[in-house]
């Protein structure tokens, strides 16, 4: 099975990884479960990130940080516009990607590996993730997404 899910409108591909859970604002979330609990790794979806323009500047909040669920955990400048991203779960943050502030371009040039932003502690991994798309689920609402751009261009 491909590891991505691929969507091509004009001279634009978006891909959408197969093996995260997604929020209809952006953001994709990577689990890793151990006995000491869920660490959840985030970042910004392809589609986000080429709809959002290159990121000049990439701006998360620190490490230790205690976040709710709706809480901002990044924001991205672009030349475009500047996007806050809202956290999907509860937790802390445990780690944040320091290639991110020589190199904000990771966002655009690999947003599923090098360009991820944040590692969260999760506090309930479970109650969270019953609310989070699948990765069809998301390609799905992506392309509902793009097909209504396209109907709204004149």
């Known amino acids: 099975m491909p590891g991505h899910l691929e969507a091509t409108i004009d ?4 891909k959408v990884a197969r093996n995260r ?3 209809r604002d952006g953001v994709w979330l990577l689990p890793s479960i151990s006995p000491a609990g869920v660490t959840v790794r985030m970042g910004l979806t392809d589609y986000l990130q080429q709809h959002s323009g290159d990121a000049a500047f990439v701006n998360v909040k620190q490490t230790g940080t205690a976040l709710k669920a709706g809480d901002e955990f ?3 400048e672009t030349v475009k516009v500047n996007v806050g991203l809202p ?3 509860a937790g802390s943050i445990i780690e ?5 502030e020589l190199n904000p371009e990771f966002v655009n040039q690999d ?3 090098k360009g991820w932003l944040v590692a ?3 506090a309930d991994w479970e109650g969270a993730s019953a609310a989070l798309l699948d990765a069809n689920a998301y390609f799905q ?7 209504q751009e396209l109907k709204d261009t004149p």
């Open 21 to 23: 859970f997604y929020t």
């Open 87 to 89: 956290s999907p779960i």
């Open 96 to 100: 944040t990607n320091k290639g991110l």
């Open 141 to 147: 609402f992506m392309r509902t997404q793009i097909d």
């Open 120 to 122: 969260i502690k999760a």
């Open 111 to 113: 947003p599923y590996g």
């Open 74 to 76: 990044a924001e991205i």
């Open 11 to 14: 001279k634009f591909t978006f």
